[in-house]
């Protein structure tokens, strides 16, 4: 089955800065992938996706990359802000057969911190 | 917008006795529901995938007659800890796909502490 793997598991930016996490997986069939920011005690929710036919989407301050060829995605955050700060996971999943839901595989999980 | 509910947001029971969680979307219809766990400082691992009017799919290593799953309409799943012991104590949620697309909405979580 799949493997996403994610890194860093925790990270401190000032604000201001930019923050970057990365993210592996192993199936070459997965073609979604989405961004989910969880804070403390809350319900994840996703805050970016991206599907296999596109390289980057942007929405305002933060954009994710996808290198189908090496199987790495990778969350970018600009002007980071105290509010920022929460656990961010990455995910991935793959089609499959009509009427079937798909199915993620999240990451492990990096705890973002931004300093003031 | 797509809203998942879970009821209730914590319950603390005793050990040896069964609890049940709802989970419903409240302005969607989901034809498949997710469970998830998710330990602290740890990242949601899937337990089942519950399918309307028909039985949920299990993931390796869950019990299926421990976490009864029931998705009896396209907006409730209920997933029910029998026989709850403390380490099931944890945070469970659950997500909805609205049917026709591939969008997991997730419900605010449920925490369990079973004493």
Request: positive net charge; charged residues 20%; glycine residues 6%.
């Amino acid at each position: 089955g799949e493997n996403v793997e994610q890194h860093p598991s925790t990270l401190s930016v000032q604000e201001g800065d930019s923050a970057v996490i990365k993210c592996t997986y192993s199936d070459s069939a997965s073609n979604y992938f989405p961004w989910y920011k969880q804070e403390l005690g809350k319900r994840p929710q996703l805050i970016i996706d991206i599907r296999s036919n596109v390289g980057e989407k942007k929405d305002q301050r933060i954009a994710v990359t996808l290198n189908k060829t090496a199987k790495h995605f990778s969350l970018h955050i600009t002007e980071t802000q105290p509010e920022d700060s929460a656990v961010y996971f990455c995910a991935a999943s793959k089609s499959v057969s009509s009427g079937s839901a798909r199915q993620l595989t999240f990451g492990s999980g990096t705890q973002l911190t931004v300093l003031p | 917008g797509a809203v998942v509910s879970q009821h209730p947001s914590r319950v603390i029971c005793k050990s040896g006795t069964s609890v049940k969680i709802e989970c419903r979307s409240l302005d969607f219809q989901a034809t498949t529901m997710f469970w998830y766990r998710q330990f602290p400082k740890q990242s949601l691992m899937l337990m089942a995938t519950s399918n309307e009017g028909s039985k949920a799919t299990y993931e390796q290593g869950v019990e299926k007659d421990k976490f009864l799953i029931n998705h009896a309409s396209l907006t409730l799943s209920t997933l029910t800890v029998t026989s709850a012991h403390p380490e099931d104590s944890s945070f469970y949620i659950c997500s909805a796909t609205r049917t026709g697309t591939g969008t997991q909405y997730f419900g605010p979580g449920t925490r369990l502490l079973v004493l």
